[in-house]
């Protein structure tokens, strides 16, 4: 038994209006955990043994709106990234925190623990490309590759133990001319699952919920919102034995009224369990060392 944590990117609790694609009441992985399919500010927070929903600071006491750098290097490796520097930065990480990732990310920890993980995204050949010459790797490919966890390609994806940014390949087979299986929900969970069976830790990263925050537009938001939660119902329909994370790092689709990122707490879902080892956390920093007892 293991933990799935879906790093869904850019998610904040706003408020209960049109702007807010969360609060329409179209989650129906979130109606079937909580009776309710809106997430935003009049959502109640819940702690039952086999399922946590609560908001997380991601703030963390600095000054400014959180961004992706320091968020995420807070949210996987539970330091203070923001502090640290003085400032929130991104969306890649800052020189100055690059060490954290490096050194002392959730993946490192489980290594250390003697626990295995596995980073689910796949990438096709121009990431590396762009990434190797430029050496600039995002926090999830940087802490990936620092604890000597490979990242998956597109051979992973044919045999089904990886999954693509944005879930169903679209955009490989339509602007890279790869041609990907065609999978479904049920094709994608299952993916998920299997991997969780054979790894103590997966995580996989969402990352158009932000890039829909920035666009602003509310048909791409309903749609990107659609196809994730389409994948998590069929993993929470189909678990067994697992823990289901799903966390951010920042909030911003839920405010579609503007293109920046907001200064919003950041929903904490947890389903399974040992959702309980999460009823203490208050911030984004706060969810390593929970992934980690709950992996122990």
């Not at 709106?65 to 990480?93: D, E, R």
């Not at 309903?222 to 034995?241: C, F, G, K, R």
């Amino acid at each position: 038994m293991g933990v799935i944590f879906f790093f869904v990117d850019g998610m904040g609790i706003g408020t209960s209006d049109t702007h807010n694609p969360l609060s329409q009441g179209k989650l129906t992985f979130f109606q079937e955990l909580s009776g309710s399919g809106s997430l935003d500010i009049n959502t109640p927070s819940s702690t039952s043994p086999n399922f946590v929903y609560t908001p997380v600071d991601a703030c963390l006491g600095v000054e400014g709106l959180p961004q992706s750098g320091t968020g995420q290097t807070a949210l996987f490796t539970g330091i203070n990234a923001s502090k640290h520097l003085g400032k929130h930065f991104g969306p890649y990480p800052h020189s100055g925190i690059k060490p954290f990732l490096e050194h002392e990310s959730i993946f490192h920890k489980l290594t250390e623990a003697g626990l295995s993980s596995a980073f689910l995204n796949a990438y096709p050949p121009i990431f590396f490309e762009h990434a190797k010459r430029r050496n600039r790797w995002s926090c999830t490919t940087l802490m990936t590759k620092s604890a000597g966890i490979p990242l998956r390609t597109t051979s992973h994806v044919m045999d089904g133990t990886a999954v693509t940014a944005e879930l169903f390949g679209n955009y490989w087979r339509e602007k890279l001319g790869i041609n990907l299986p065609k999978r479904g929900p049920k094709e994608i969970a299952q993916i998920v699952l299997d991997m969780a069976d054979e790894h103590d830790f997966v995580l996989y990263e969402y990352y158009l919920t932000d890039k829909a925050g920035h666009d602003m537009n509310p048909q791409f938001a309903d749609e990107i919102l659609s196809a994730l939660d389409s994948v998590i119902y069929e993993i929470l329909l189909h678990n067994t034995s697992h823990t289901f994370l799903l966390c951010s790092d920042h909030g911003n689709i839920e405010d579609l009224s503007t293109k920046t990122h907001t200064f919003n707490a950041v929903p904490l879902i947890v389903s399974g369990k040992n959702a309980s080892s999460f009823k203490e956390c208050t911030s984004i920093m706060d969810i390593p060392n929970a992934i980690l007892n709950t992996c122990k």
